[in-house]
T-cell receptor, first 114, second 113 residues
């Protein structure tokens, strides 16, 4: 069974630029999550999708972050414009439903904002 | 406001000995707790979990203990192996329909050969 795929693995941009991350969840997983992990901290949930609908985006900075999950499969997370404090690893995870004990994580995208 | 706290950023243990990783939480609505392990350049992987109706759950070398009155849980690894060297995250869930996870800041475990 293929795991959660993410790309790119690394990205370096300057502040005020825009960036997009892509996630392909495990086949058949209805729930998809985007997390932000700042160095020295645990992952923090940004947004949760159930199929192609948003379940919770209360911690997503909507003035600069956006996410979509078209057709209930792949998802993209965009930052526009980026700030220095957005430097972090962005993790995508998926699960069959909202089965929290079986969240499978991708390898993450390490973003550096200069 | 950190609802899940791991107060030890790092822990070193000799191979073959017991590793004990600790986690404290403040939200009394949490009713499910998990431990994830993370190697460098990889995403976290699920290790073991425990429901609030239990006080212990065991899976091979890994045992999680839950003390609800103290709002404290711990992960015991016996015996510790060099391959166990990783960052361990405690996570908690509960109180909402979406069953989201709130993570602690992690503990870097190093098992010395």
């Amino acid at each position: 069974e293929a795991g959660v795929a993410q790309s790119p693995r690394y990205k370096i941009i300057e502040k005020r630029q825009s960036v997009a991350f892509w996630c392909n969840p495990i086949s058949g997983h209805a729930t998809l999550y985007w997390y932000q992990q700042i160095l020295g901290q645990g992952p923090k949930l940004l947004i949760q999708f159930q199929n192609n609908g948003v379940v919770d985006d209360s911690q997503l900075p909507k003035d600069r972050f956006s996410a979509e999950r078209l057709k209930g499969v792949d998802s993209t997370l965009k930052i526009q414009p980026a700030k220095l404090e957005d430097s972090a690893v962005y993790l995508c995870a998926s699960s069959l439903r909202d089965s929290y004990n079986e969240q499978f994580f991708g390898p993450g995208t390490r973003l550096t904002v200069l | 406001d950190q609802q899940v706290k791991q107060n030890s950023p790092s822990l070193s243990v000799q191979e073959g000995r017991i590793s004990i990783l600790n986690c404290d939480y403040t939200n009394s609505m949490f009713d499910y707790f998990l431990w994830y392990k993370k190697y460098p350049a990889e995403g976290p992987t699920f290790l073991i979990s425990i429901s609030s109706i239990k006080d212990k759950n065991e899976d091979g070398r890994f045992t999680v203990f839950l003390n609800k009155s103290a709002k404290h849980l711990s992960l015991h690894i016996v015996p510790s192996q060099p391959g166990d060297s990783a960052v361990y995250f405690c996570a908690a869930s509960g109180g909402g329909s979406a069953r989201q996870l709130t993570f602690g800041s992690g503990t870097q475990l190093t098992v010395l050969p």
